[in-house]
């Protein structure tokens, strides 16, 4: 009988501080050598001229969710699934939403019934709290997180979602009780609307309004707003889609400050500008999503930000929703930009994006590639060791890169439901040819290996730090935390 179920061999092997070349011994689905000369295995494979990386983590990507004006994604949990497995993603962390009136504990469950069935890769929840009501506060949430859910989404915009400052206090006293990770859409609900009911009264309704309504300066104020918030009750926040420079400065000089200030930005901001929501009709409804992508100035930023550390992790921010009147366009022609359901596709393309974009021309190495895209995901939201990285005790949850093919990207090669993708045409190199997770071969040459409901649900410890981003909690602050009976 073999030592091992599988090995691979010849690869060079990169996690997000090491790259080495080894053999890597997998038994049961969990990496149990690595190493040279090891046994045969009862299947091997020559990865020879090829990469072996972590799995990558998606921790930002909506998965069968209803929107809060009752759209559903396009993607379920099999669609959505196989298509980051296509592209390298082993892990994902989608969003069970709650909506107004319904409670966390029975959003959490139907969505569960909803991802086993059908997912084929590993997964794990964040939550969406919009209704921070005294059941869900001092009951439902705190259960939850104790229960694996660690991290929940709040929002500063969309009618139906937001929140005051109020409430986002209480959520962030909760989290710092708890030991859970606040993510927050910052965004000024305010500014948003006051500017696009200009814009629509004076018959300006094109997709490039969306970009005009949803102003800079509305994510750089909330964005300062949420750390002064989040500094007040001495919490980590996760600042997510950063997509302003402006909000990038604000980001990185708290960080500066020494406070646990995390951020995070996708593709459409490195790949996208404004400029590709100006096309003609409704074309450019395909590339809005919120924050809008912005100009070349701000598109800079954001690759300075991911290139210096400011941003921890990358993730797609996959929003499906298909080119019709079942998701953008619920209106058909006569759809606004206020009316069109907002987000792009690209769960499938987000590390050949990068890896394509930043690693072969040298602009990344792959250390900080496979960080930003896998291991700091992992840390953050409390699965790491065993998700994010290639060591021994670790799942085996792999990539393997032919880091030469060249691929011209097409609607019609990716695995999702949406229909189109706003990256048609570009032209990639690198590419994840085999993906395993858990040791099980799930892609290999172009054809899925795995099986409906081959995925399992990974209950998240309390988040780790991903960077070392500061310095010890000032004696001031602390005396502030203890006047407000937090500590």
């Known amino acids: 009988m073999s030592e091992f179920d599988l090995v691979i061999r010849g690869g060079v092997v990169a996690t997000g501080c090491d790259t080495f070349t080894a053999e890597i011994g997998i038994r049961n689905g969990i990496i149990t050598a690595l190493g040279s000369g090891l046994t045969t295995g009862a299947r091997e494979i ?12 998606d ?49 959490v469950t139907e969505y569960r019934e909803a991802a086993a069935p059908k997912a084929i890769i590993d997964y794990a929840f964040h939550l969406i709290v919009s209704d921070p009501s005294e059941t869900a ?23 139906r979602l937001k929140l005051d400052d109020g409430q986002m206090l209480e959520l962030l006293a909760t989290a710092r009780q708890q030991g859970a990770l606040v993510m927050v859409h910052a965004e000024n609900n305010d500014v948003i609307k006051w500017l696009a009911q200009r814009l629509l009264d004076r018959g300006l309704t094109n997709p490039i309004y969306h970009t005009v309504a949803h102003a800079r300066i509305a994510e750089d104020e909330a964005t300062n707003r949420a750390i002064k918030l989040a500094q007040l009750v001495d919490v980590p926040l996760l600042i997510v889609h950063v997509s302003s420079g402006e909000a990038m400065d604000v980001i990185r000089a708290a960080q500066t400050r020494g406070l646990k200030i995390y951020a995070e930005t996708c593709p459409q901001y490195l790949f996208l500008t404004s400029d590709d929501a100006d096309r003609d009709g409704l074309e450019g409804a395909k590339y809005c999503c919120s924050p809008p992508p912005r100009d070349a100035e701000s598109q800079h930023a954001a690759w300075r930000s991911l290139l210096n550390g400011t941003f921890q992790v990358f993730s797609s921010d996959h929003a499906p929703y298909r080119f019709d009147e079942s998701g953008k366009l619920p209106k058909g022609e006569k759809t606004t930009f206020k009316e069109m359901a907002n987000g792009v596709p690209g769960i499938e ?39 994010g990285t290639i060591a021994v005790g670790a799942d085996a949850d792999l990539a393997i890169w032919d880091p030469r093919l060249e691929v011209t990207v097409s609607s019609a090669m990716l695995h999702d439901n949406v229909g189109y993708t ?10 994840p040819v085999m993906v395993l997770s858990r040791g099980r071969i799930i892609v290999e040459e172009g054809m899925l290996k795995a099986a409906r409901g081959s995925g399992c649900f990974l209950p998240c410890a309390p ?9 010890k909690v000032p004696e001031l602050r602390k005396l502030e935390c203890a006047k407000l009976f937090l500590i």
């Not at 994006?353 to 409390?382: C, I, W």
């Not at 706003?422 to 590419?431: D, Q």
């Not at 988040?463 to 310095?471: C, E, F, I, K, R």
């Open 46 to 57: 020559d990865a020879r001229e090829r990469l072996v990386l972590p799995g990558g983590v």
């Open 59 to 107: 921790s930002h990507c909506h998965i069968e969710q209803r929107s809060a004006m009752g759209v559903m994604c396009a993607d379920d949990f099999y669609s959505a699934t196989v298509s980051a497995a296509f592209g390298g993603t082993t892990t994902v962390i989608p969003f069970a939403a709650q909506h107004r009136g319904q409670s966390l504990r029975k959003v």
């Open 137 to 159: 506060l001092k009951e439902e949430l705190p259960a939850l997180i104790r229960e694996g859910y660690t991290s929940f989404k709040i929002y500063m915009t969309y009618d």
């Open 349 to 387: 393309l987000r590390l050949p994006l990068l890896f394509s974009e930043a690693v072969v021309p040298g602009r990344m190495d792959l250390n900080q590639f496979v960080a930003l895209t896998s291991t700091n995901h992992a840390k953050l939201y409390g699965l790491h060791p065993r998700k």
């Open 422 to 431: 706003p990256y048609e045409g570009r032209r990639l190199t690198g590419w």
């Open 463 to 471: 988040p780790q730090s991903a960077v070392p981003l500061g310095h």
